[in-house]
């Protein structure tokens, strides 16, 4: 019989208003290590109290360990559409920004277009 594992990504708001992405076998026991300041170097022991504002469980580690660095690169309001569970607001928070983007270069064409057919 095969045993099934789980990762659990989740975050945690900490008292200095920062949030901390972290991943574990055994949230609610790894919770109890951040709140006990188990580890006087760690990021949340000076930033105690916290809260925890999301988890979520994967059955495949390797998606949890990318999804748990992505979520770390990201900006503050994208970590708090997700734990508000505003896919919306997080789809558009990702929408690429750059003038090099291939949607700004679309548009780009297409506004060339547009003037070439009012000229005709």
Not at 89 to 108: D, Y
Request: glycine share 2%.
């Amino acid at each position: 019989m095969k045993t099934v594992k789980f990762l659990y990504v989740y975050i945690l708001h900490c008292s200095d208003n920062s949030f901390y992405t972290g991943i574990t076998n055994n949230p609610e026991r790894r919770f109890k290590q951040h709140l006990l300041g188990i580890n006087k170097e760690s990021y949340t022991y000076s930033r105690r109290p916290i809260e925890l504002v999301y988890c979520e469980l994967f059955t495949d580690f390797n998606i949890a360990l990318e999804w748990e660095a992505r979520i770390k690169k990201w900006s503050r309001a994208k970590k708090e559409a997700l734990i508000a569970g505003n896919w919306k607001k997080l789809s558009e928070l990702a929408a690429c920004k750059n003038v090099t983007s291939h949607l700004n270069e679309f548009r780009r064409q297409t506004e060339i277009l547009q003037k070439l057919e009012d000229k005709t």
